[in-house]
């Protein structure tokens, strides 16, 4: 079987100008996903990962120790790593650039959630890390600034998640479609298990929260009583799925067929799903594996970023299953 290693240095040659500095930083990434995993499964035995850390990060939600952890673990890896300039973490309020001379000379940022969907770690429901990976747009041989992180999803050169389940699973995309490659704990190394995934076109899930239902725009409410309504050419009612993990619905969705949705809501006008830590690579993974991803008008990935923790509505998953979602939104305005 081939291994996650294997795979990457014989994708080496899609990028002869890389020279090997993106197989580094999947490398950081891959040391990670082990560290977390360790963790992960053991979180029942220790107070020092479950629960509340008792802070708020930026944007004023409480942080689990869990959180912090994944955040620095990410941070003290890619540190580590003379590719990588800077660094940006939904934990952390700004940017962090390595202001080394290997990272002033390192052409690369990268960009993660370092724990989506923490609060589910209390009851042992999946979880993941997303990341998204730019070359950078300042000058070699200077610290990163903001300019090298408010780029549009269009320009990412790689992203990934890694999602923690029933195994551990890491998929990404470097521009050339999606790969999956599953943990083996018991020689501690990710194979090759989800070769060229493809997103169905269609599909007979729908994932949404729908207890926030009324306060939900009115093209969302009408497409959640479309999914619900029985039509056996189209075979719905279509089943309703939600963990409430990001990584662990989308994944799912990816595998089956199905679509996402985090919308504009009246708490949230404007989403809640940071566009450059989730809406961004999962958008790029979306595309790559034949989907489609749009905040219900416009493509994601040609968003102009305006801020570092930007917020975006989110439709994600099977073409079609998008398309109507976003007639429902264009109907009703």
């Known amino acids: 079987m081939k291994t996650l290693g294997q795979f990457i240095i014989e994708k080496q040659a899609e990028y002869p100008n890389a020279k090997g500095e993106l197989s580094g930083i999947l490398a950081s990434l891959r040391l990670v996903a082990k560290v977390i995993h360790r963790d992960i499964n053991r979180a029942g035995l220790t107070n020092n990962i479950l629960g509340a850390s008792g802070v708020e990060n930026v944007q004023g939600e409480e942080q689990q120790k869990l959180d912090l952890f994944a955040h620095n673990t990410m941070k003290d890896a890619l540190i580590s790593r003379e590719e990588v300039a800077g660094f940006a973490s939904e934990e952390e309020e700004s940017f962090v ?3 080394t001379e290997r990272g002033r ?19 042992n429901v999946a979880v993941g890390t997303i990341f998204s990976i730019y070359r950078r747009v300042t000058p070699i041989g200077t610290p990163v600034t903001m300019e090298d992180f408010m780029q549009p999803g269009n320009r990412q050169v790689a992203a990934g998640y890694i999602v923690y389940g029933s195994s551990t699973m890491l998929v990404y995309t470097t521009g050339n479609g999606v790969n999956g490659f599953t943990y083996d704990p018991s020689i501690g190394t990710f194979c090759l298990s989800h070769e060229n995934i493809r997103i169905p076109e269609d599909g ?4 949404i929260n729908e207890g926030q239902y009324l306060k939900f725009p009115q093209g969302v409410k009408k497409y959640i009583k479309y999914c619900q309504e029985v039509d056996k050419d189209t075979k719905r009612p279509y089943k309703s799925r939600y963990i409430g993990s ?4 989308f994944h799912r969705n990816m595998l089956k067929g199905g679509i996402y949705i985090y919308p504009s809501a009246t708490n ?3 989403g809640k799903l940071r566009l450059l830590y989730e809406g961004n690579p999962m958008a790029f993974l979306a595309e790559q594996a ?6 219900g008008f416009t493509r994601i990935l040609d968003i102009q970023p305006t ?9 994600i998953g ?3 299953m998008v398309e109507k979602a976003e007639e429902f939104m264009r109907d009703s305005m």
Request: charged fraction near 20%; aromatic fraction near 10%.
């Open 105 to 123: 000379n390192a052409k690369y940022v990268i960009l993660t959630d370092p724990l989506d969907g923490s609060s589910n770690i209390d009851v």
């Open 97 to 99: 650039a390595f202001d």
């Open 268 to 270: 949230y006008p404007n």
């Open 307 to 315: 801020e570092l923790h930007e917020r975006v509505p989110l439709f």
């Open 204 to 207: 007979t899930i729908y994932s």
């Open 246 to 249: 990001l990584v662990s619905d």
């Open 290 to 295: 034949g989907g489609k991803a749009t905040d």
């Open 318 to 320: 099977s073409n079609s």
